[in-house]
T-cell receptor, first 111, second 111 residues
């Protein structure tokens, strides 16, 4: 099925560990985004990409890095996980500035 | 950055009731979207509506861009309408830097 696929769906990390979240889309979208959602909050933009090989910082980029080596993939890395990064992470893609498609989310707990 | 405020924050209704959700934004936008996050966490795009009125079944939305607000109407509510409704915008004076979300309206439809 066409859409946005996020892996993994759940993960528990210890403080200081690193990990990479993978987002893959098969709709040939140019734009891809990583958001985090915390209880009682809307989604906040971490990083985004407007095309292969490009990345840019969003509202809350500290502690995260991203890469877009292939058009269909957008990776989010946590260099040294902290409890404040416990959240649900959503990836999204869009053809232009409308028609967003979101993945099903990754629930990350840092202990 | 642009501010997005949604009201009410919480809403409990009986099945069959109608409701109006409001989204106010602090600056001009070239993109406004409404999303429904179901109880399983999935985000579904309801409307792309930077201006004007659209309808899709029991749902309709109106954006008055000059007055910086949008309304989402839900008629004849069903229990499956429960979840969180988010308004999200893109500031017209910025780049392709993704959607800015409000904190959402948590809607509970009781049978």
């Amino acid at each position: 099925n066409a859409g946005v696929t996020q892996t993994p769906k759940f993960r528990v990390l210890k403080t200081g560990q690193s990990m990479t979240l993978l987002c893959a889309q098969d709709m040939n979208h140019e734009y891809m985004y990583w958001y985090r959602q915390d209880p009682g909050m809307g989604l906040r933009l971490i990083h985004y990409s407007v095309g292969e090989g490009t990345t840019a910082k969003g509202e809350v980029p500290d502690g995260y890095n991203v890469s877009r080596l292939k058009k269909q993939n957008f990776l989010l890395g946590l260099e040294s996980a902290a409890p404040s990064q416990t959240s649900v992470y959503f990836c999204a893609s869009s053809f232009s500035d409308y028609g967003y498609t979101f993945g099903s989310g990754t629930r990350l707990t840092v202990v | 950055g642009i501010q997005v405020e949604q009201s009410p924050p919480d809403l409990i209704l009986q099945e069959g009731a109608n409701s109006t959700l409001r989204c106010n934004f602090s600056d001009s936008v070239n993109n406004l979207q409404w999303f429904h996050q179901n109880p399983w966490g999935q985000l579904i795009n309801l409307f792309y509506i930077p201006s004007g009125t659209k309808q899709n079944g029991r749902l309709s939305a109106t954006t008055v861009a000059t007055e910086r607000y949008s309304l989402l109407y839900i008629s004849s509510s069903q229990t499956t309408d429960s979840g969180v409704y988010f308004c999200a915008v893109v500031y017209s004076g910025g780049g392709a830097d993704g959607l800015t979300f409000g904190k959402g309206t948590h809607l509970i439809i009781q049978p």
